[in-house]
């Protein structure tokens, strides 16, 4: 199980095949093992090194439960990147791990060639602080809910229409999220974590190249925030996936894959 110290944190990551590096950074409540079903096994088999990592809040890293903000994860990141000598290296970040993508593009822009930012945003709109609020005060609470009705409500939220009237793929994906769902406490730490007013403006100074990838039916992260991310990004380029919601490198893996691919081949 590989752990490094950096920043002050142990930090846990996982680290498959050879060739180029990609670091893989993903969202809120999750860990890295989301990236291995789908897209490490394509990296590899394309020739890149996939490296995959436990965001702090999320164990086996330290949960850090005194609180944390994404400079912190971007430094996380950026520690980590420099420990295994991987500098300069490509990028791929999901939801929160975009925005830290984000950051990490200006704090540090040595140390990235290519940025992937998918299901991003630059700023909040009113909808996503109150989903955000909402989340951080029923993890406040202490109120678990049945974990059946917790799913539910997960799959109604992050997945595409497409995916929910598909009745063998909506019970597979039910399965998958009973068993996965992880506790409030668990991942409390990373509740409420936003980026401040102004990235934006701030994103015109980012000088690596940057693809988004935006989800047709995302919820969490609609296209059109996507979009102003990378408007706001110069040479920034923009790609849409139809037919999925927030986790779309999820529910259209191989559409995924073959922009990260295609993306990272083209320099």
Known sequence: MPRVMVNGINLH???YGS?????LVTGSGATGKMWS?????ALNAAGFRAITVDNRGMPPSDLSPQGFTIDDMVEDTAGLIEWLGIGPCRIVGFSLGAMVVQ???????????????SATRGRTDALRAAISAGESELAESGVVLPRQYAAVVHAMQFLSPTTLKDDNRVKDWLDIFEMSLVSHSTNRSQHGLELPDGRLEEYRKITSPCLVVGFQDDLIAPPYLCR?????IPG???EELADCGHYGYLEQPEE???LIINYFRSM
Do not use: M
Request: cysteine-free; aromatic content about 6%.
């Open 13 to 15: 990551y996982d680290d």
């Open 19 to 23: 060739g180029d590096p990609v670091v």
């Open 37 to 41: 079903l789908h897209q490490v096994p």
């Open 103 to 117: 950051e990490l593009l200006l704090a540090h822009p040595d140390l990235i060639t290519q940025a992937i930012l």
């Open 228 to 232: 102003e991310v990378a408007d706001s």
């Open 236 to 238: 920034g380029k923009y």
């Open 256 to 258: 995924a894959n073959s």
